[in-house]
């Protein structure tokens, strides 16, 4: 009986199995394959994505979910299967890769509305470049889930969607648009009233800007629960009754601009488990309010302007899974027990703040704690020791920029599952423990910057065969293994400037297969390049020889690279040779301070690929190179700072030089000859911010047009033979800092206008763009300008941009000072020195604060020295010597510092000179008067007037004669009045038109 009841039950079974089978054959409605089918053909597919959806069954197609019971198509699901960086999480090139070739594009037919039970729509992380957000959608009324998010979609997005009562999850954010034209917008968020369902929205990146009514708007969604507008545009909280909102669970506010103190009614949301408010303009203290949120699982406060003490409620909110209060302003010390409380963090990012005193003991007790961001700070003592369950988990340590010191704790090796270590910029001493071999688990070790010393042994890199990058610059380290050693390394970025590996070029590099960022600058190699080092340079983006002793020629490198933006960095060397020949996809060559002599033809005007040259960033400054400039320019339309100075090069700037319409810093000075007049195409350079043509033998007129140049912020003519009058549209230069046209033939006015020069004059900031180079972080370094201030020759270049520099010194101009100069009131340096100015110095000179430096000798100045002139109080330079100043020096402390030498040949008195001042107070002022009377002579059409004097005195000689033997008071002034004529002469005719 059992046997034929098993028989008969395993009959069923099968026969129900065959009827399942044939059952699901046929699942698939006719209607919603041929809809669907419609829908891909206007599908862009690159990678296959959908080359399953053939077949009559289309539920078994990629993506598609049908009823079980119906058989029709409830679920689109249609996401890029390579979501990593569309999700924001970590990704590697190749993972971005795989993401970019797995988009779907082209166009979305409306047959999708054929699908009549579709409730779930998901296209999310696809590229369907600009195209507007399909109207269709809004008549899909079964629809309760849309995810468009990260689509490439742009323009306004369909009020129709109101029309979708059923919606409880719309996503249309895309927080990093494609192109910027692809942002969504809406004028207001009134439709969202009518989806009372909704439980989740998320508009991040959706300019939101114009709905002012965006937190009423929400307030009236009973059913929210998740609300992201991060980077909406909103301006504005404004308050309201939030009864309706105290059921969220996420609020993500981020990257809007409040610029306020955090609103009150966040605080009544007592529900909140996730709360992100970084990037939002809030100030004030960190808010009190925040503490009864003791459900919050994530609160993220990052870059905003808190100021305070770390607060010691933050020990309240025991559910906190991730903190980040980064890029703040917080202040104090972290108490020992802080982190007590806190045992289920898993983040903790407080960097870039200003927390000080020791790190406390209780970060040992954070089991959970994966990832720990203290950097820039100023946490102060030595490390911890690790000793407790911290090590268990703790994956990224990041404690660089602080003042740790110390040696490295022994123990280290404990964080077992540690893969991103960084511990630069501090004060850490000793050697390298052998302990750091432990961690196995290491990819990301970085620790520059330090004060540790030793000898680094193979040993150390034993077991480190996960890292790919190391960087170690700027300690005193030794490392000097065997000729034969292979690392076990597979490293991707290896730095170790100012390391001892030298002088042998490093044998063991010619192992590191898979290096994309090499720098072995200051390491003491005094060898050439091996052959075999080219071989390694066909992936790499970056590579840093400077400052050794290599020599040699370099090959060719024109198979540098197999990525664009690659890096060279190979300056003061002893490399000789001829230019190599450069691959295009280099952004950056720097080869100065070598020994590169010949030609620049062949480098630059007979590339086979001249025409998809990128380079960016040319150095060859402090060579040999000789010969014309060449004029190709238009090959290198990429060029934005050109640096060429002190070399042997000659001729004229050529024309075509005016075609690098991109070019930010032009340096031509200290040449061999380069001469002529500059090339009006220069003027279409318009973004040029650094022009540097000193110390060469150009001549002619300063071009009028070069207030077309309004961006620049160093303009240097110094030393050269331009002549003629310094023209008015040099005012228009609005940004300049450092104006240098000394050393040249100039004659005329000073113009009046120099209050034309804003960031002089302090009403506008100074430039904060002048970047040049690349530097051991892989990152950049301000460009670099020799300038003269306070006299002194000298490199500027961390600080180029806050230096304000005003030098026409050593010129034939004439007339007054004008008055305008004392507008600036940010110069640092002014020297009008070597010309035939006279008049008065200007009364006003105390309003320029923060002059450093003062130069106005060997002119024709006359009157007193104005009493504001003590309310200098930087003044560390002062010379007035050589003019026809006149009474008593000003008797502010900052003036008797100087030596006599500042006021001699002058007819001054009082401290610091020997001379005392005599004469009562009305002597003092007749004595006033008549300069005055005697610098009017001298002043605007003075000369013609003192040359007819002088004519009339001759005329009239028998006239007067007699009473010149008479009068003894008419005899002295008349005969004063012809030395001063004399002295007057002297000046203009010898010393300003024959020098």
């Known amino acids: 009986m059992k046997i034929v009841v098993s028989l008969l039950f395993f009959n069923m079974t099968a026969l129900l199995s065959l009827f399942n089978h044939a059952f699901a054959d046929?699942?698939?409605?006719?209607?919603?394959?041929?809809?669907?089918?419609?829908?891909?053909?206007?599908?862009?597919?690159?990678?296959?994505?959908?080359?399953?959806?053939?077949?009559?069954?289309?539920?078994?197609?990629?993506?598609?979910?049908?009823?079980?019971?119906?058989?029709?198509?409830?679920?689109?699901?249609?996401?890029?299967?390579?979501?990593?960086?569309?999700?924001?999480?970590?990704?590697?090139?190749?993972?971005?890769?795989?993401?970019?070739?797995?988009?779907?594009?082209?166009?979305?037919?409306?047959?999708?509305?054929?699908?009549?039970?579709?409730?779930?729509?998901?296209?999310?992380?696809?590229?369907?470049?600009?195209?507007?957000?399909?109207?269709?959608?809004?008549?899909?009324?079964?629809?309760?889930?849309?995810?468009?998010?990260?689509?490439?979609?742009?323009?306004?997005?369909?009020?129709q969607i109101a029309n979708l009562s059923g919606l409880r999850y719309?996503?249309?954010?895309?927080?990093?648009?494609?192109?910027?034209?692809?942002?969504?917008?809406?004028?207001?968020?009134?439709?969202?009233?009518?989806?009372?369902?909704?439980?989740?929205?998320?508009?991040?990146?959706?300019?939101?800007?114009?709905?002012?009514?965006?937190?009423?708007?929400?307030?009236?969604l009973p059913s929210l629960l998740e609300l992201r507008l991060s980077n909406c545009g909103l301006q504005a909280m404004i308050s309201s009754n939030v009864a309706n909102l105290t059921h969220l669970r996420v609020l993500d506010l981020s990257w809007n601009n409040f610029n306020s103190s955090l609103p009150r009614w966040i605080y009544s949301l007592a529900n909140l488990e996730h709360l992100d408010l970084s990037h939002c303009g809030f100030y004030h203290q960190l808010p009190t309010g925040l503490q009864n949120m003791t459900k919050l699982e994530y609160l993220n406060l990052s870059s905003n302007d808190f100021s305070s003490d770390f607060p010691t409620w933050i020990s309240r909110l025991s559910h906190l899974k991730v903190l980040a209060i980064a890029d703040n302003l917080i202040e104090g010390e972290l108490s020992d027990t802080i982190m007590d409380n806190l045992t289920s963090l898993v983040n903790l990012d407080l960097s870039q703040n200003r927390?000080?005193?020791?790190?406390?003991?209780?970060?040992?007790?954070?089991?959970?704690?994966?990832?720990?961001?203290?950097?820039?700070?100023?946490?102060?003592?030595?490390?911890?020791?690790?000793?407790?369950c911290i090590s268990q988990n703790l994956r990224f340590l990041y404690l660089g920029f602080n003042n740790l010191s110390g040696p490295l704790p022994s123990n280290l090796k404990q964080l077992v599952k540690l893969r991103e270590l960084d511990l630069t910029g501090n004060k850490l001493t000793g050697p390298l423990p052998l302990s750091l071999q432990e961690l196995q688990e290491l990819e990301y070790l970085v620790i520059s910057d330090n004060f540790f010393q030793g000898i680094v042994s193979e040993s150390h890199f034993r077991n480190l065969s996960r890292l790919k990058i190391f960087r170690a610059n700027g300690n005193s380290f030794s490392f000097e293994p065997s000729r034969d050693w292979i690392p076990p390394l597979q490293l991707e970025?290896?730095?170790?400037?100012?390391?001892?590996?030298?002088?042998?070029?490093?044998?063991?590099?010619?192992?590191?297969?898979?290096?994309?960022?090499?720098?072995?600058?200051?390491?003491?190699?005094?060898?050439?390049?091996?052959?075999?080092?080219?071989?390694?340079?066909?992936?790499?983006?970056?590579?840093?020889?400077?400052?050794?002793?290599?020599?040699?020629?370099?090959?060719?490198?024109?198979?540098?690279?197999v990525s664009r933006n690659v890096a060279i960095d190979m300056k003061k060397n002893l490399i000789t040779g001829p230019l190599p020949r450069v691959s295009s996809n280099v952004t950056i060559l720097d080869l100065s301070f070598n020994r590169i002599s010949g030609s620049m033809n062949s480098f630059l005007c007979e590339h086979k690929m001249r025409h998809s040259m990128r380079l960016e960033i040319l150095d060859l400054a402090y060579n040999f190179l000789s010969g014309g400039i060449?004029?190709?320019?238009?090959?290198?339309?990429?060029?934005?700072?050109?640096?060429?100075?002190?070399?042997?090069?000659?001729?004229?700037?050529?024309?075509?030089?005016?075609?690098?319409?991109?070019?930010?810093?032009?340096?031509?000075?200290?040449?061999?000859?380069?001469?002529?007049?500059?090339?009006?195409?220069?003027?279409?350079?318009?973004?040029?911010?650094?022009?540097?043509?000193?110390?060469?033998?150009?001549?002619?007129?300063?071009?009028?047009?070069?207030?077309r140049l309004s961006e620049l912020v160093v303009f240097n003519l110094r030393l050269n033979e331009f002549w003629g009058e310094i023209p008015v549209e040099i005012c228009r230069l609005s940004r300049v800092q450092a104006l240098d046209l000394a050393g040249n033939n100039l004659s005329g006015r000073i113009p009046s206008c120099l209050d034309g020069f804003e960031t002089m004059a302090g009403r506008q900031r100074p430039s904060d763009r002048m970047y040049y180079s690349a530097e051991d972080t892989f990152g950049g370094v301000p460009d670099s300008q020799f300038l003269v201030v306070k006299g002194r020759f000298g490199l500027y270049s961390n600080i180029l941009h806050w230096v304000m520099t005003l030098d026409l010194s050593d010129n034939s101009l004439t007339g007054p000072i004008p008055a305008a100069v004392t507008s600036l009131s940010e110069l640092q340096t002014l020297n009008l020195s070597r010309n035939c100015l006279s008049g008065r110095i200007p009364q006003d000179i105390g309003s320029m604060r923060l002059l450093?430096?003062?130069?106005?000798?060997?002119?024709?100045?006359?009157?007193?020295?104005?009493?504001?002139?003590?309310?200098?109080?930087?003044?560390?330079?002062?010379?007035?010597?050589?003019?026809?100043?006149?009474?008593?020096?000003?008797?502010?402390?900052?003036?008797?510092?100087?030596?006599?030498?500042?006021?001699?040949?002058?007819?001054?008195?009082?401290?610091?000179l020997s001379e005392r001042c005599?004469?009562?107070?009305?002597?003092?002022?007749?004595?006033?008067?008549?300069?005055?009377?005697?610098?009017?002579?001298?002043?605007?059409?003075?000369?013609?007037?003192?040359?007819?004097i002088a004519v009339g005195a001759v005329v009239g000689f028998w006239t007067v004669i007699v009473s010149l033997l008479v009068n003894v008071s008419w005899r002295n002034a008349y005969f004063g009045l012809m030395t001063r004529i004399g002295n007057y002469v002297y000046y203009v005719w010898v010393k300003c038109l024959l020098r």
Not at 81 to 94: E, F, G, K, M
Not at 361 to 380: A, D, H, I, V
Not at 639 to 667: K, W
């Open 852 to 912: 450093e430096s003062l130069d106005l000798s060997k002119n024709w100045l006359s009157g007193k020295i104005p009493e504001s002139i003590s309310e200098l109080s930087f003044l560390s330079n002062l010379n007035l010597s050589c003019n026809s100043l006149s009474g008593r020096i000003p008797s502010g402390t900052q003036l008797r510092g100087f030596d006599a030498s500042s006021f001699s040949g002058n007819e001054l008195c009082g401290a610091p």
């Open 630 to 707: 060449p004029d190709c320019w238009g090959n290198w339309s990429y060029l934005s700072v050109l640096r060429l100075q002190a070399n042997n090069l000659t001729g004229e700037i050529p024309s075509s030089m005016g075609l690098l319409t991109r070019l930010q810093s032009l340096h031509l000075r200290r040449n061999k000859d380069i001469s002529g007049e500059l090339p009006p195409s220069l003027q279409n350079c318009t973004g040029l911010m650094v022009l540097d043509l000193g110390r060469n033998h150009l001549s002619g007129r300063i071009p009028i047009w070069i207030d």
């Open 918 to 948: 005599e004469g009562s107070e009305g002597g003092e002022d007749e004595e006033e008067e008549e300069e005055e009377r005697e610098a009017s002579i001298f002043e605007g059409e003075g000369f013609g007037l003192v040359v007819s």
């Open 355 to 388: 927390i000080e005193g020791m790190l406390p003991k209780s970060l040992s007790n954070l089991c959970n704690l994966e990832e720990m961001y203290l950097y820039t700070n100023r946490f102060s003592g030595y490390l911890p020791d690790f000793s407790g």
């Open 170 to 220: 719309l996503n249309l954010g895309d927080p990093y648009p494609i192109f910027l034209e692809s942002t969504l917008r809406v004028s207001n968020l009134q439709w969202l009233w009518h989806l009372s369902s909704l439980e989740h929205l998320d508009l991040t990146g959706v300019d939101v800007s114009k709905a002012i009514d965006w937190l009423r708007a929400v307030e009236n």
């Open 493 to 561: 970025g290896l730095t170790l400037r100012s390391w001892r590996l030298g002088p042998e070029f490093p044998p063991w590099i010619k192992h590191l297969k898979h290096l994309q960022y090499l720098s072995l600058a200051s390491t003491g190699i005094e060898d050439a390049i091996p052959s075999w080092f080219w071989t390694l340079t066909s992936q790499m983006k970056y590579l840093n020889l400077s400052n050794n002793m290599i020599r040699g020629q370099i090959p060719s490198l024109l198979d540098f690279g």
């Open 26 to 159: 046929a699942l698939c409605r006719e209607s919603d394959r041929s809809a669907l089918s419609t829908f891909k053909n206007d599908l862009e597919d690159s990678s296959g994505r959908l080359s399953s959806w053939r077949g009559a069954n289309c539920c078994n197609w990629e993506g598609v979910i049908c009823d079980n019971a119906t058989g029709r198509v409830r679920q689109l699901r249609l996401r890029n299967p390579h979501d990593n960086p569309c999700a924001h999480r970590s990704y590697s090139a190749a993972e971005f890769e795989a993401y970019h070739n797995h988009k779907l594009g082209g166009k979305l037919n409306p047959s999708l509305l054929n699908l009549e039970f579709l409730n779930h729509l998901d296209l999310s992380c696809n590229d369907f470049q600009g195209a507007r957000v399909p109207d269709f959608i809004s008549f899909m009324r079964n629809l309760q889930y849309i995810d468009l998010s990260s689509c490439g979609f742009h323009g306004v997005i369909p009020q």
